[in-house]
């Protein structure tokens, strides 16, 4: 019973752990491609709505692909290195949208990412879970 709590207990660490690197690593290719506009200082609350207005809608979606990538990353690694079914999957995968909607509601974003972020981490997790998820069999 303790292993198989700290077998899941690892599942979620490393599974959000991965995902937090799916995230910084998107956040490097984004920033290569994407930017931020000159004059933009992001740590000002005041600029953060003006560069939701300056980026085109391609980087937000470039966002979103990533924080999906990072959601299933989460889930099917946290399952698999639990191995026992998809309840750790689901919670390293919600640990990554709690996040990722934290990030949306601090820095202004325009308002269509929140459903389309929402369905990216949904897929993210569904599928992450499915196949990190399977119990093996006895």
Do not use: C, K
């Amino acid at each position: 019973m303790l292993m198989t709590l700290l077998r899941s207990a690892a599942g979620i660490v490393v599974g959000v752990a991965m995902g937090i690197g799916v995230v910084v690593a998107g956040d490097i290719l984004h920033r290569g491609y994407f930017p931020l506009p000159p004059g933009i200082d992001i740590t000002r609350p005041d600029q953060r709505e003006a560069l939701a207005q300056a980026w085109p809608w391609q980087a937000f979606a470039v966002m979103i692909l990533f924080w999906g990538l990072s959601a299933f990353v989460a889930a099917a690694v946290a399952g698999l290195v639990a191995g026992r079914g998809a309840l750790p999957a689901w919670i390293a995968g919600g640990v990554l949208a709690a996040a990722t909607a934290l990030n949306i509601t601090l820095i202004h974003h325009p308002m269509w990412v929140w459903p389309a972020a929402g369905a990216s981490l949904l897929i993210g997790i569904l599928a992450g879970a499915r196949l990190g998820g399977r119990r093996a069999a006895a």
